[in-house]
């Protein structure tokens, strides 16, 4: 079963542009991440926030958490061509020690 | 770089055939998953090892489907009979420690089509 879900589904910028993807989940959590997907191919972990952070940086991307309605959001800037792929969260904790993903979004940047 | 390996990259097999995939974890990771990835969807844990002990095998389908990682190292994933609803990215994953608060190593995945 998915524990979160992706909004948007899908999403179409042209590069220079920020991209905004959004995920929301259920249960309480000790960590959310984020991964991306290149099509066809194996995930990559991005990053990790822990239920007592509020926003992380790493690089282009930017990570904010807000337990209170239960929902992260991934900000891309100044996103690239090579930034093409879907992107899911992942959710830890609550009474499971395992990840349970999201159903990701896919996000496509036009040269 | 190490990465995860794993074997055949792409599978196409008719239904009540048995099928089996490898995954080569990254060297020194104890931890091992197999995930399942329907197109379009996120990845479900279908079992995670520890070592070459089962931690979680809650949503694997043991009528038809089998883990093994006899040493602890290398791991099989087989289905038998397979279903046309099996077609799917079988995706291996490996971590240094047990636990969903550790980064997950993803390997490029086997893509099964069972017709």
């Known amino acids: 079963s998915q524990q979160g879900e992706e909004d948007p589904q899908a999403l179409s910028i042209q590069e220079g542009e920020n991209a905004t993807m959004n995920c929301s989940y259920k249960t309480s959590i000790n960590n959310l991440q984020w991964y991306r997907q290149n099509s066809g191919r194996g995930l990559v972990h991005l990053i990790l926030?822990?239920?007592?952070?509020r926003e992380k940086h790493s690089g282009r991307l930017r990570v904010t958490l807000d337990t209170s309605k239960k929902s992260s959001s991934l900000l891309i800037t100044a996103s690239r061509a090579a930034d093409t792929a879907s992107y899911f969260c992942a959710t830890a904790g609550g009474n499971t020690d395992k990840l349970i993903f999201g159903t990701g979004t896919r996000l496509q940047v036009f040269p | 770089e190490a990465e995860v390996a794993q074997s055949p990259r792409y599978k196409i097999t008719e239904k009540s055939q048995a099928v089996a995939f490898w995954c080569d974890p990254i060297?020194?990771?104890?931890?091992l998953y197999w995930y399942r990835q329907i197109l379009g969807q996120g990845p479900e844990l279908l079992v995670q090892?520890?070592?070459?002990?089962?931690?979680?095998d809650s949503q694997l389908p043991k009528d038809r489907f089998s883990a093994e990682r006899l040493k602890g190292v290398d791991s099989t994933l087989k289905i038998q009979p397979a279903e046309l609803g099996d077609s799917a990215m079988y995706l291996c994953?490996?971590?240094?420690?047990?636990?969903?608060?550790?980064?997950?190593?993803f390997g490029p995945g086997t893509r099964l089509t069972v017709t």
């Open positions: 060297s020194g990771h104890a931890t």
């Open positions: 926030i822990r239920s007592n952070e």
């Open positions: 090892f520890q070592d070459e002990s089962v931690v979680d």
């Open positions: 994953a490996s971590s240094a420690r047990q636990g969903a608060r550790y980064e997950q190593y």
